[in-house]
């Protein structure tokens, strides 16, 4: 995923400053500036932070139609625009707001998402109307090619496509692991992060193992990692064990 050098987050409330906080940790590649809004200045920080155009990405943590009045003013067009990103004062929700594409705010909704394990809302239409999820465990220390090869055999097995693909899923504990974030960059697909909380929670119903339970405390990986990463999803390849890695497709109703 693109690294963004700067980055500006805007809050008005408690919560919002906890959150940030959890951001400015969590984007560790990055120089994140935090700015407090509770006074009444949120304006006056949005003028000066487009003025200055220093920020590649600006996120805001409150209700997105504030977001859209403070920035109206200060747009230019979508090749000189930053990235911005919504985000809601309970963390449910990372929306792409502006910039999607040319600025980048579709990547940095999910890397935000991913942050604070909340849902990613995207909606330009290339990446909306990918219907197909890859959920992926691996061991430890993976190899790029071993996760792209077991991605495309399973994407032969479902008669299906990369250019179908709107994002890999893997587990909170795999967020770092290098062969799984060099193949998502390889093939130029999202990664989105799934804590191991959510799948604990999730009464889906998916194939379950007492050698993944034993090692990491919930019954699978791959398959409800493509549940619960989409809208009425269904698998459509069941959990396939391929050279260390784990892959089960699902799509979208």
Same mark, same amino acid.
């Given at each position: /995923?693109? #690294?963004?050098?700067?980055?500006?987050?805007?809050?008005?409330?408690?919560? =919002?400053?906890?959150?940030?906080?959890?951001?400015?940790?969590?984007?560790?590649?990055?120089?994140v500036c935090r700015f407090d809004g509770s006074? !009444?200045?949120?304006?006056?920080?949005?003028?000066?932070?487009?003025?200055?155009?220093?920020?590649? =990405?600006?996120?805001?943590? /409150?209700?997105? !139609?504030?977001?859209?009045?403070?920035?109206?003013?200060?747009?230019?067009?979508?090749?000189?625009?930053?990235?911005?990103?919504?985000?809601?004062?309970?963390?449910?929700?990372?929306?792409?707001?502006?910039?999607? *594409?040319?600025?980048?705010?579709?990547?940095?909704? /999910?890397?935000?998402?991913? #942050?604070?394990?909340?849902?990613?809302?995207?909606?330009?239409?290339?990446?909306?109307?990918?219907?197909?999820?890859?959920? @992926? !465990?691996?061991?430890?220390?993976?190899?790029?090619?071993?996760?792209?090869?077991?991605?495309? #055999?399973?994407?032969?097995?479902?008669?299906?496509?990369?250019?179908?693909?709107?994002?890999?899923?893997?587990?909170?504990?795999?967020?770092?692991?290098?062969?799984?974030?060099?193949?998502?960059?390889?093939?130029?697909?999202?990664?989105?992060?799934?804590?191991? /909380?959510?799948?604990? *929670?999730?009464?889906?119903?998916?194939?379950?193992?007492?050698?993944?339970?034993?090692?990491? !405390?919930?019954?699978?990986?791959?398959?409800?990692?493509?549940?619960?990463?989409? $809208?009425?999803? *269904?698998?459509?390849?069941? $959990?396939? $064990? @391929?050279?260390?890695?784990?892959?089960? #497709?699902?799509?979208?109703?």
């Open positions: /995923m693109k #690294i963004f050098n700067k980055i500006a987050v805007i809050t008005v409330t408690k919560e =919002g400053k906890a959150i940030a906080r959890r951001l400015q940790r969590g984007f560790s590649k990055s120089k006074k !009444g200045k949120v304006k006056e920080i949005t003028k000066e932070i487009f003025d200055r155009e220093k920020f590649e =990405g600006i996120i805001y943590v /409150m209700a997105l !139609g504030i977001v859209a009045r403070l920035i109206a003013p200060h747009l230019k067009d979508k090749y000189r625009d930053p990235a911005v990103v919504v985000v809601d004062d309970f963390s449910r929700y990372a929306i792409s707001l502006l910039s999607g *594409h040319e600025g980048g705010a579709n990547n940095l909704a /999910m890397q935000t998402a991913n #942050i604070l394990d909340a849902e990613p809302v995207i909606t330009t239409a290339t990446e909306a109307l990918k219907d197909t999820i890859i959920g @992926i !465990g691996c061991r430890k220390g993976i190899k790029k090619e071993d996760v792209v090869s077991g991605i495309k #055999i399973g994407l032969k097995k479902a008669k299906s496509s990369l250019k179908r693909v709107r994002c890999l899923v893997t587990i909170d504990l795999k967020a770092k692991e290098k062969g799984l974030r060099e193949a998502s960059q390889a093939l130029k697909i999202p990664l989105r992060i799934i804590s191991r /909380m959510r799948i604990s *929670h999730y009464q889906g119903v998916y194939t379950k193992s007492e050698f993944v339970l034993k090692k990491i !405390g919930i019954e699978g990986v791959c398959e409800p990692c493509a549940l619960l990463a989409g $809208k009425r999803a *269904h698998l459509v390849v069941p $959990k396939l $064990k @391929i050279n260390g890695v784990t892959v089960a #497709i699902a799509r979208e109703n």
